[in-house]
C-alpha cells in the first residue's frame, strides 16, 4: 500500500503515482481514502449544494455530452437569462429546503459584458439570503472574474472536463488552455475555484488519471471538485454511443475508485457526487462517501438532468447517519 500523508496536500504529483494509486487493490484505496477524509473533515457530514440554470440551451460550444450545445438536436429549446428576482426566489426556497450553495449556470461559451449587471443583482440578492454563491457562465476574461469578485461571487465554476490526451474526443470548439486560464483568471480574482470533470464518456482509467493529475498539481486545488458520471442524452454524440451500445457508462467500482483518488491526491477539496447521481444505488452513493465524497447537489435536477428527491436523500442520510454540513448555522439562517 502507497504511504500517504493526509497532513499535507501536495502538489507534484506524478501520472504515474496518480495511475499507482488507481491500480491499488480496492480495499487498500478505499481505506486511505477514509483516512485522508478524517484527517480534513466530519466524516459524517456532507454539503448541500443546489443548481439552477439561468439560461438554458443555445450554447455555441460542441461538447459532445451536453443537451445545451446549439450543434446537437436534442429537442432542448434555448432560453433567454432569467431575471433576477426569480433566480433569488429560488435561491430562498433552496435555502429553506437546506441548501448550503446556491449555484447558477448559464450554457454560455463565454461570458458577455452586457449580461453582468443582471449578474451582479442575482449575485448579491442570493448572497443576502445567507448562501454561499457559485456561478458557471463559460469563460471569463480577467476583468469579468474581478467584476463577479466584486458583485459578491465566492466560487466559479470551471470543469476540465477529462485530462488533455482525451480532451478532443469530447469538445473542439475550446482548448485545454482557455480552460486553465479562465481557472488562473478565476484564482487572482480571490474567488474560490469548483472545477472538475465527467467520467464514463469513452475515455480509459488513464483519461481519469491524467484528469486528477490535472487537478491536483493547479497551483492550488480545487476548493470543490464535481465528479459527473455521465448522462446520456440522446441527441448528443457520446450520449447516442452510449446508448446504442446499451452499456453502462462506468463501472461503478471504478468510479469509486475515481471518488477515492480525487480525496486522496486533493484531500482539502470538497468532492462531490454530481450529475448522474439519481441513476445510482443506495450502496453505491454510500461507498462514494466512505470514500471520501463529501458533497451533493440536491433539489431534484441539475441543470437539464435529473437528481434524486429531497426526501429519498433524506432517508439515505437517516439511514447512513450522515448531516448536512453545518446544518446548525444554515437552520439559523432559516429561521430568521
Known amino acids: ?43 459524517s457530514e456532507v454539503q448541500l449544494s443546489q443548481l439552477l440554470s ?12 451536453c ?15 432569467l431575471d433576477a428576482d426569480v433566480v433569488i426566489a429560488k435561491a430562498r426556497e433552496a435555502r429553506d429546503g437546506g441548501a448550503q450553495r446556491f449555484c447558477m449556470g448559464a450554457a454560455w461559451r463565454e461570458l458577455k459584458d452586457r449580461d453582468l449587471p443582471k449578474l451582479a443583482a442575482m449575485i448579491g440578492g442570493v448572497k443576502a439570503l445567507g448562501l454561499e454563491t457559485c456561478a458557471t457562465l463559460g469563460m471569463l476574461t480577467a476583468d ?3 467584476q463577479l469578485k ?62 486528477l493529475h490535472q487537478l491536483a498539481t493547479l497551483p492550488s486545488h480545487p476548493d470543490s471538485l464535481p ?4 448522462v446520456p442524452v440522446s441527441g448528443t454524440p457520446l450520449g447516442d454511443k452510449i446508448l446504442k451500445d446499451g452499456e453502462q457508462a462506468i463501472d461503478s467500482i471504478e468510479f ?6 480525487a480525496r486522496i491526491v486533493c484531500p482539502k477539496s470538497m468532492v462531490r457526487l454530481s450529475a448522474g447521481r439519481d441513476d445510482m444505488s443506495r450502496e453505491l452513493q454510500a461507498l462514494c462517501f466512505l470514500a471520501g465524497a463529501n458533497s451533493i447537489f440536491v433539489g431534484g ?31 439559523a439562517v432559516a429561521a430568521e
Not at 465527467?198 to 481519469?208: A, F, P, Q, S
Request: charged share 20%; hydrophobic share 35%.
Open 1 to 43: 500500500m502507497t504511504q500517504i500523508n493526509a497532513a499535507q496536500p501536495r502538489h507534484d504529483w506524478t501520472l504515474a503515482q496518480v495511475e499507482a494509486l488507481f491500480d491499488q487493490p480496492f480495499m487498500d484505496l478505499v481505506f486511505q481514502a477514509a483516512n485522508v477524509h478524517r484527517a480534513w473533515f466530519d466524516p
Open 54 to 65: 439561468v439560461k438554458t440551451g443555445g450554447c455555441a460550444e460542441n461538447c459532445g455530452y
Open 67 to 81: 443537451s445545451q450545445s446549439a450543434h446537437f438536436k436534442t429537442g432542448l429549446k434555448a432560453e433567454k437569462l
Open 144 to 146: 469579468q472574474a474581478k
Open 150 to 211: 466584486d458583485a459578491g461571487l465566492d466560487y466559479y465554476n470551471h470543469n476540465l472536463d477529462t485530462g488533455p490526451e482525451y480532451y478532443g474526443d469530447v469538445v473542439t470548439t475550446r482548448t485545454y488552455q482557455e480552460r486553465l486560464d479562465t481557472l488562473a483568471y478565476v484564482r487572482d480574482a480571490g474567488m474560490s475555484t469548483c472545477c472538475g470533470g465527467i467520467v464514463g464518456m469513452g475515455e480509459t482509467r488513464r483519461d481519469r488519471a491524467s484528469l
Open 227 to 230: 465528479i459527473n458520471g455521465l
Open 256 to 261: 469509486v475508485r475515481t471518488i477515492a483518488v
Open 301 to 331: 435536477k441539475l441543470l437539464t438532468t435529473p437528481l434524486p428527491g429531497m426526501d429519498e436523500d433524506s432517508r439515505l442520510f437517516a439511514d447512513l447517519n450522515l448531516r448536512p454540513m453545518g446544518s446548525r448555522q444554515a437552520a
